[in-house]
Structures are given as structure tokens and as C-alpha cells.
């Protein structure tokens, strides 16, 4: 029940922006998307989230375009340390619905 | 500690052998969720906890699942006469309200394998 698509894998040098993209185009209006990572062995790790507007913390950014049926995740200047699989989630109801996600690869 | 504390991190299971994997969440989180994460696949849903009550309950699997929260804080999941197929890892995740409930805190996962 997913309602994203994102890319299975991307490859990024390291010190490099990575520009990680997500389609929702059957997002509704109060619904928040939410970004989360899951590096090998542990559990998922939340990034970052926003509903409308274009959000930075320590960790990350997120373009949300206006018509809000797409997003991209950016990580300033990734490290080999953010090789993960990064999930792109529309927050359905009270729960988070996981899709596949994209296997990020920093290279040196 | 700090953080989602998930136990045993590995079980070996018989088919046929009941199990339980116990979550203790952050303290004082209201929401806790268990997910159960196939190999290669992103974690899906099994069910909800707000304090004791268990408000959702739509993403097990069978009636061998089972899952309590007696006193609002330590959880445990149960798997009654396990199969093959529920060899996966099992994550518990909680937040601290009881609303926007998309900013989880997720342990390591329980990884169970049934032989």
C-alpha cells in the first residue's frame, strides 16, 4: 500500500551532494512525507519530514515541489557512513508504510 | 539506555516452537509499533500501541501473532506455532505522543529464523 515510487538504487561519490528522488503523486493534502534510512543490521532511522515547505535540519534536506507529487532528499556532502537504503514514506493514518526504498552507494 | 531495547537480537526457532520477542521502548513513549522486515524487503506494519490499548492490529499476519503491552510500556510479541515463512527481523519502534506518530524511534530488530 505504498504511495511512493523511488529509484531501487543510486551511486554517489563521496563529498558529493546526493540528490535522492520520490514520487507521490496521489498524495493528499494533509499528508506529510516522511524520510527515513536504514544502514545494514539496524533498525530504520528517521531524517526528516514536511508537508509543504522546503525543511532543513543537521542531517538533511527536503525539496517538496508545489504541486507536492514529488520530493527529493538531499545529503550536503555524503559520506561513505550514508550508504543505506533510504525510504520515502507518505504517513497513512496514524502508521508509516515502507515501500522498497533506494540503496544509496558512497564511493570514495 | 537511551534508546529501543529489543530482545533476543537473534532466535533459532523449531517449526512449530512458540516464541517471544520483547520490546522495552524509550521511556514514557505513548506509541509503539511492531514491524516485521523480510530479507531484501522494507519493514511492514503488524501493529499499534497507544499506552496499553492496541489500536491496530490490521497488519498481522495470522492469529499465531500476538501482541501485549499490559502496563503502557514494555511490549511483547508473540508467535505461536512459527513457520518458516515468519523468519524475518521484528522491529519495535516508539514516539513519545499519541499524534503525529511519523517520528518513530526504532531498536535494532529481533532476527528470527525457523528451521
Known amino acids: 500500500d505504498a504511495k511512493t515510487t523511488q529509484p531501487p538504487s543510486m551511486d554517489c561519490a563521496e563529498g558529493r551532494a546526493a540528490n535522492l528522488p520520490c514520487n507521490h503523486s496521489t498524495i493528499s493534502g494533509n499528508e506529510y512525507v516522511y524520510w527515513y534510512r536504514q544502514i545494514h543490521s539496524q533498525g530504520p532511522q528517521y531524517i526528516i519530514h514536511g508537508l509543504k515547505n522546503n525543511e532543513t535540519n543537521e542531517m538533511a534536506s527536503l525539496i517538496i515541489t508545489e504541486d507536492r507529487k514529488s520530493s527529493t532528499l538531499i545529503l550536503p556532502h555524503a559520506t561513505l557512513r550514508d550508504t543505506a537504503v533510504y525510504y520515502c514514506?507518505?504517513?497513512?493514518?496514524?502508521?508509516?508504510?515502507f515501500g522498497a526504498g533506494t540503496i544509496l552507494r558512497v564511493k570514495s | 539506555g537511551a534508546g529501543v531495547s529489543q530482545s533476543p537480537r537473534y532466535k533459532v526457532a523449531k517449526r512449530g516452537q512458540d516464541v517471544a520477542l520483547r520490546c522495552d521502548p524509550i521511556?514514557?513513549?505513548?506509541?509503539l509499533f511492531w514491524y516485521q522486515q523480510a530479507l531484501g524487503q522494507g519493514p511492514e506494519f503488524l501493529t499499534y500501541?497507544?499506552?496499553?490499548?492496541?489500536?491496530?492490529k490490521s497488519g498481522l499476519p495470522s492469529d499465531r501473532f500476538f501482541a501485549e503491552r499490559p502496563e503502557g510500556s514494555v511490549s511483547t510479541l508473540k508467535i505461536q506455532r512459527t513457520q518458516q515463512e515468519d523468519s524475518a527481523v521484528y522491529l519495535c519502534?516508539?514516539?513519545?505522543?499519541?499524534?503525529?506518530?511519523?517520528?518513530?524511534?526504532f531498536g535494532e530488530g529481533s532476527r528470527l529464523t525457523v528451521l
Open positions: 519502534a516508539s514516539s513519545p505522543g499519541q499524534y503525529n506518530t511519523g517520528e518513530l524511534f
Open positions: 521511556s514514557g513513549h505513548v506509541s
Open positions: 500501541f497507544q499506552n496499553e490499548a492496541q489500536l491496530d
Open positions: 514514506i507518505v504517513l497513512s493514518g496514524n502508521k508509516l508504510v
